[in-house]
């Protein structure tokens, strides 16, 4: 019922992140480490998640990864891809949306610390890619066929974002 308040409280991470950097602008240095850590953390879950999600056709896993990783490395950037994966876990059992939409909202709160200088110039084309790939829930039918294939290109898609 209340489905659509979902990605904008797992999008809020990074402004609740931004408000906690601007108050503790001491404590950034020194955690940069950990909070980088995080991050990886929470993409190497969702990768994992991914990937067990879509081990029925493992060829197609094999390929859909290897386009993701190919197509992340022309588009760089981690909030669309966190936008459509959230936008895929709606089509899963309602347990992956809540696991997806908590890591994307730690994922924000350690993110928010890298671009706390710029915010400002960035807070609104991120929030445009985080909510694009919501259109695609209008074409719910075609992704459900499809779902394996997306899954395999969201863990290869954030298989970069860790190699990066």
Do not use: C, W
């Amino acid at each position: 019922m209340l489905e659509f308040l979902i990605p904008i409280i797992s999008f809020l991470g990074l402004p609740v992140g931004l408000f906690i950097s601007h108050k503790a602008k001491e404590e950034l240095e020194p955690g940069k480490i950990y909070f980088k850590a995080l991050r990886i953390v929470v993409l190497l879950v969702l990768i994992i998640t991914f990937i067990i999600l879509s081990l029925k056709n493992p060829l197609a896993l094999i390929i859909s990864v290897v386009i993701g990783f190919l197509i992340a490395l022309l588009f760089k950037k981690i909030y669309f891809y966190l936008g459509l994966a959230l936008t895929v876990s709606f089509l899963l059992a309602k347990d992956f949306i809540v696991l997806i939409s908590s890591l994307v909202f730690i994922y924000g709160l350690a993110y928010s610390t890298v671009i706390y200088k710029t915010y400002k110039k960035q807070l609104l084309p991120l929030s445009l890619l985080f909510f694009i790939p919501f259109i695609l829930l209008f074409a719910k039918p075609f992704l459900v066929n499809y779902i394996e294939y997306y899954l395999g290109f969201l863990a290869g898609s954030l298989i970069f974002f860790i190699t990066k």
